[in-house]
């Protein structure tokens, strides 16, 4: 069912065969992910109806997370929108020290009773952190937000492979939809892509898919 090359090359359905190999593909259980993912996957199957629409292309989903500061004042948005090929991410923040800050998925989606709450970045291929990493990145690592000197900042940018709308598939191995939900977080210092502790403290914090 599957063109012989899928089973080589995670990806390989984007250069091989036609389009609809993946609508045709009546298993949606797929192979071709690591262990814990197909696990997880196993799981969410049966229960999500989103699986099957995003093998039709349909998923259409947005969510906002609230940007807050550990006292609570509201620094603007980060809004999340699905395509088929990943997440459009787009930052509005304010009331912030200039400067480049790290910005991460963290891996819980819960930002009180403190910003600890996150937990780690969301990293679920268990590599290491940063750009630069040999066997790296994380899957939560982010650009570095850039906040000019009015304290505002805007950015938009692509993260592929991920989904806010619904359980891992093969066409987005890295679902925020996991069973504790996933959070945002801008740091105090800049990301050197390298080092987790190069970003800093914990400055601003939202949900962006809430812990159940
Ligand atoms: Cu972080």
Redesign the pocket.
């Known amino acids: 069912m599957m063109c012989p090359c899928v089973t080589e090359r995670p990806y390989a359905d984007r250069t091989c065969g036609p389009d609809r190999t993946r609508q045709d593909n009546g298993d949606p259980n797929m192979k071709l992910l690591p262990r814990p993912a197909l696990a997880a996957l196993a799981m969410a199957a049966a229960a999500s109806p989103l699986l099957a629409d995003h093998h039709e292309g349909k998923v259409e989903a947005a969510t906002v997370a609230a940007m807050k500061l550990a006292d609570g004042t509201d620094v603007g948005t980060i809004s999340f929108t699905q395509t088929g090929h990943g997440v459009v991410v787009t930052v509005a923040v304010k009331g912030l020290p200039a400067g480049k800050h790290?910005?991460?998925i963290?891996a819980v989606g819960a930002c009180a009773p403190d910003f600890m709450a996150?937990g780690?970045?969301f990293n679920p291929g268990s590599t290491e952190h940063g750009f630069h990493a040999p066997g790296g990145y994380h899957a939560?690592d982010l650009p570095n937000l850039d906040v000019a000197a009015d304290g505002t900042a805007m950015a938009e940018f692509f993260v592929p492979d991920l989904t806010i709308a619904g359980p891992a598939s093969e066409a987005l191995p890295y679902s925020l939809s996991d069973e504790d939900g996933a959070s945002i977080?801008i740091?105090a210092a800049t990301?050197d892509y390298k080092t987790?502790a190069s970003?800093g403290g914990?400055q601003a914090c939202g949900v962006i898919v809430a812990k159940p």
Do not use: E, N, Q, T
Request: a neutral charge.
């Open positions: 790290g910005l991460h963290h996150a780690g970045h939560g977080m740091h990301d987790m970003s914990r």
